[in-house]
C-alpha cells in the first residue's frame, strides 16, 4: 500500500472513530451536536419538541422562551446567542439525553449549546437561568468558559435573572464568604451535599455575584466577558 493509500485510510479512521468514541463518552454532547437529526418536530426557530409535547405546551413554551429572553435583555442588555431548545417529557428527554431531569440543564459542544427542558422547567425563572449559562457560553467561547469560568461565577450570574425565593440570601445569614464561595470552581466541588447544601452554595454564588455586579455596573457585563474571550484571566479581571 501507498504512503499516500495509508495516510488515506488513516484520515477516514479518524473521522470515523472519533465521532464515535464522542458519542459513546458523552453521549448528551453527542445528542446536542446531531439534533437536527432526531426525529424531533421544531415548534419554532431552534426549539425542538418530543412527540409527546402537545401543541397548547409548545405555544405556551415559546411565550416563556419570549419572557426569558426579555429578563436578560432587561438587566444585562441584549443577547446573541441562540442556543438549541429541546423540550420533552422526562422519558422523552432522558431518550436523547441521560440522566436529563425533570427541570432543566444546558449542555455545551464547541459551536453551540443545547438548554434541555423537561416537564418541571417550564418557568421562567428556570428558562432564564439556562438561557443566560448559553449566554455566556457564547460570548466567551467554548474552550475559554472550560478553562476561565469557575462554577461559582456561572451559577451565581445565572442566578441574577432567577428570582425562585429559595435561592435568595438572607441577612440573617449574616455575609457571605466569598472565599468559601470562589472555592467552588469545578462542577464537582459546587454540586455537592444534600437539597439543603446545594440550595445554600446556589445562594451564596448569587450573592456574590450580585455584590460584584453593584460594583461593575450590569451594563458592563458583556465588557467583562468579551475580556474574557480576548485571552484576560478571569480572577485578575474579577478582582480588579
Not at 40 to 69: C, M, N, W
Not at 115 to 129: Q, T
Request: charged share 25%; hydrophobic share 40%.
Amino acid at each position: 500500500m501507498s504512503a499516500k493509500w495509508a495516510m488515506t485510510g488513516l484520515i477516514v479512521s479518524v473521522l470515523v472513530i472519533v465521532p464515535i468514541a464522542v458519542a459513546l463518552a458523552q453521549p448528551q454532547a453527542a445528542a446536542c451536536a446531531t439534533i437536527s437529526y432526531r426525529g424531533l418536530d421544531e415548534v419554532a426557530p431552534g426549539i425542538f419538541a418530543s412527540s409527546d409535547v402537545t401543541p397548547g405546551q409548545k405555544l405556551d413554551f415559546v411565550r416563556l422562551h419570549v419572557a426569558a429572553k426579555r429578563r436578560i435583555a432587561d438587566t444585562f442588555g441584549a443577547t446573541r446567542a441562540s442556543p438549541v431548545i429541546v423540550i420533552g417529557s422526562t422519558q422523552a428527554l432522558r431518550h436523547l439525553f441521560p440522566d436529563s431531569s425533570s427541570y432543566a440543564a444546558t449542555i455545551y459542544v464547541p459551536y453551540r449549546s443545547c438548554v434541555i427542558v423537561g416537564p418541571k422547567g417550564h418557568d421562567v425563572d428556570i428558562l432564564a437561568h439556562e438561557e443566560l449559562h448559553a449566554e455566556v457560553h457564547h460570548r466567551v467561547g467554548h474552550w475559554h468558559r472550560l478553562a476561565q469560568i469557575p462554577t461559582w461565577f456561572d451559577e451565581g450570574l445565572a442566578m441574577q435573572v432567577d428570582n425562585r425565593e429559595r435561592y435568595i440570601w438572607s441577612l440573617e445569614f449574616g455575609d457571605v464568604d466569598s472565599g468559601s464561595v470562589k472555592r467552588w470552581t469545578s462542577r464537582a466541588q459546587f454540586f455537592t451535599g444534600d437539597d439543603a447544601e446545594l440550595t445554600r452554595h446556589y445562594a451564596m454564588a448569587k450573592e456574590e455575584v450580585r455584590l460584584w455586579l453593584q460594583k461593575l455596573g450590569h451594563g458592563n457585563l458583556y465588557d467583562f466577558l468579551e475580556r474574557i474571550r480576548r485571552g484576560d484571566g478571569f480572577v485578575e479581571r474579577y478582582e480588579e
